[in-house]
C-alpha cells in the first residue's frame, strides 16, 4: 500500500511569490493534517481538512490557505511568501476509526529567498 | 505552539545500551504517540498509548503515560545505529491534529 506523498521535494522561491504544496493521501483515509516544521520553532499545526471541509487551523495567518479535493488529496496555498515561511512542511493523514494515528509523508522543504 | 518539553535534548549513547526520552505535557489528552524522523524528512509513528493505559510494549519500544504527571516516557532497549533520529511525542486532545514537543536527538555510536 503506497504512503502519504507530497509534491515537489523542494521549492526555491523570493520574497512575495505563491506557492503550491500537494498531497495525496494513504487510500481509504479521509483525513489530511499539514505541519510546518521551521528551524527552531518545532512541529506547528497548520490546516486540517475531513470530507472536503477545513476542519481546524492553527495560529497561522490567512495567506496560508488549502483545500481538499473529492478523491481527498489536498493542497497547501500560501501567498505573499515571506523569509520565515522557509521549513519544511510535512502532510499527514488518518483513518478515524485508528484513533488519531497520522501517517506523515516525506515532506516538501520551502525555501523563501 | 508546543505542548510540552522534551528530555533530554540531546543524547547520545552507545550501541546496545537503552535509550530513554520523556515528555512532559500541558493539558487533557485522549492519547500521546511517539514519532520518530530521520535527517528532518518525514515522521515515521512508533507507538501510541491511549490515557486509560500506564504502559505499552512495541518490540524494542517501551512507552509509559502518567496522565496525574502529564508526562510521558520512550525507552528504547538495546539501541542500534540505525535508532539514530529525532524522537517526538505528540498529543492529541478533542481537537483531532497533533500537538509535538520539542523533541530529542538521538545518536546511537557504533
Known sequence: EAGVTQSPTHLIKTRGQQVTLRCSPISGHTSVYWYQQ???LGLQFLLWYDE???RNRGNFPPRFSGRQFPNYSSELNVNALELEDSALYL?????????NTQYFGPGTRLTVL | ????EEDPQALSIQEGENATMNCSYKTSINNLQWYRQNSGRGLVHLILIRSNEREKHSGRLRVTLD??????????????????ASYFCATAGSARQLTFGSGTQLTVLP
Do not use: N, P, V
Not at chain 1, 91 to 99: H, V
Not at chain 2, 67 to 84: F, G, M, P
Open chain 1, 38 to 40: 521551521a528551524l527552531g
Open chain 2, 67 to 84: 496522565t496525574s504527571k502529564k508526562s510521558s516516557s520512550l525507552l528504547i532497549t538495546a539501541s542500534r545505529a540505525a535508532d539514530t
Open chain 1, 91 to 99: 502532510c499527514a493523514s488518518s483513518y478515524f476509526r485508528e484513533g
Open chain 2, 1 to 4: 505552539s508546543q505542548q510540552g
Open chain 1, 52 to 54: 472536503g471541509e477545513e
